[in-house]
């Protein structure tokens, strides 16, 4: 109800498409009302489109949206293209909405997939791999960038990944990054941003997804327990959906 009654009447008339790469009804749940939440839209306004679900969706999926969001996921790898069938379907709509200037806000999973699919390269790293709240600094380029300006940095953002891309793909430029890998680039002459980390996830929602997928990411509750222990907020990282919407609604 709080969220309803910040809604402007235009930005109550957007229409979102999530493609969503989901199995756990519980994550696919709490992964639409967290882009909801910190877009500060109404949970309708958002449509799912779950590959697990079709796998061959149409590449004709984003018509009549105002924007696509990519979600994250823990239960694929881009880098399995045989076993997630979804995984070239999902690059080639990637590479649909550069084209034709959709706009785009995808998060860690969605971010992978935009790399492979503008011409960059994956990496696994499955042992020296970024989990929890972690502080990300922005480029040159992200001073005037409408959705990173004014940002003081470090600023924390919540990361969990064992895939990652060491440099930007062609035809981009790198605004986020941390020792580890590239964190964010934009599209050039695209409104396209792509984030490694997970802007739509805060501190809260980080406990409840890791404690979920405790098994994939952590060695036991001792370790889980001390990454969320150092768990800090996110309030930087989560604006950024907000001022994705508010580009949506000046351009």
């Given at each position: 109800?709080?969220?309803?009654?910040?809604?402007?009447?235009?930005?109550?008339?957007?229409?979102?498409?999530?493609?969503?790469?989901?199995?756990?009804?519980?994550?696919?749940?709490?992964?639409?009302?967290?882009?909801?939440?910190?877009?500060?839209?109404?949970?309708?306004?958002?449509?799912?489109l779950n590959v697990?679900?079709?796998?061959?969706?149409?590449?004709?999926?984003?018509?009549?949206?105002?924007?696509?969001?990519?979600?994250?996921?823990?239960?694929?790898?881009?880098?399995?293209?045989?076993?997630?069938?979804?995984?070239?379907?999902?690059?080639?709509?990637?590479?649909?909405?550069?084209?034709?200037?959709?706009?785009?806000?995808?998060?860690?999973?969605?971010?992978?997939?935009?790399?492979?699919?503008?011409?960059?390269?994956?990496?696994?790293?499955?042992?020296?791999?970024?989990?929890?709240?972690?502080?990300?600094?922005?480029?040159?380029?992200?001073?005037?960038?409408?959705?990173?300006?004014?940002?003081?940095?470090?600023?924390?953002?919540?990361?969990?990944?064992?895939?990652?891309?060491?440099?930007?793909?062609?035809?981009?430029?790198?605004?986020?990054?941390?020792?580890?890998?590239?964190?964010?680039?934009k599209v050039i002459?695209?409104?396209?941003?792509?984030?490694?980390?997970?802007?739509?996830?805060?501190?809260?929602?980080?406990?409840?997804?890791?404690?979920?997928?405790?098994?994939?990411?952590?060695?036991?509750?001792?370790?889980?327990?001390?990454?969320?222990?150092?768990?800090?907020?996110?309030?930087?990282?989560?604006?950024?959906?907000?001022?994705?919407?508010?580009?949506?609604?000046?351009?």
């Open positions: 109800m709080t969220i309803n009654k910040l809604i402007d009447p235009t930005r109550h008339s957007l229409k979102l498409l999530l493609l969503q790469i989901r199995e756990a009804e519980t994550v696919r749940r709490e992964e639409h009302e967290s882009f909801a939440r910190y877009c500060k839209v109404r949970k309708d306004q958002i449509d799912i697990f679900d079709d796998p061959e969706f149409s590449l004709s999926c984003t018509d009549g949206y105002d924007a696509l969001l990519v979600g994250g996921a823990s239960d694929a790898s881009v880098l399995e293209p045989d076993t997630y069938t979804f995984v070239p379907r999902s690059q080639q709509l990637m590479a649909k909405c550069v084209e034709e200037k959709t706009p785009v806000f995808a998060s860690c999973f969605g971010f992978q997939l935009a790399a492979l699919a503008l011409g960059g390269r994956i990496v696994h790293d499955g042992e020296n791999y970024e989990m929890g709240t972690i502080p990300v600094f922005t480029t040159e380029a992200a001073k005037t960038d409408p959705l990173f300006e004014g940002v003081e940095q470090p600023f924390f953002a919540v990361s969990v990944h064992k895939e990652k891309a060491l440099n930007t793909p062609p035809g981009t430029v790198e605004l986020a990054k941390t020792d580890a890998c590239c964190h964010s680039f002459d695209s409104p396209f941003w792509a984030f490694q980390f997970h802007p739509e996830v805060d501190r809260n929602t980080l406990v409840e997804r890791l404690t979920f997928y405790k098994s994939r990411y952590t060695s036991g509750d001792s370790h889980l327990d001390a990454v969320l222990r150092e768990a800090k907020e996110t309030p930087f990282s989560n604006g950024l959906c907000e001022r994705f919407i508010d580009f949506l609604l000046q351009n």
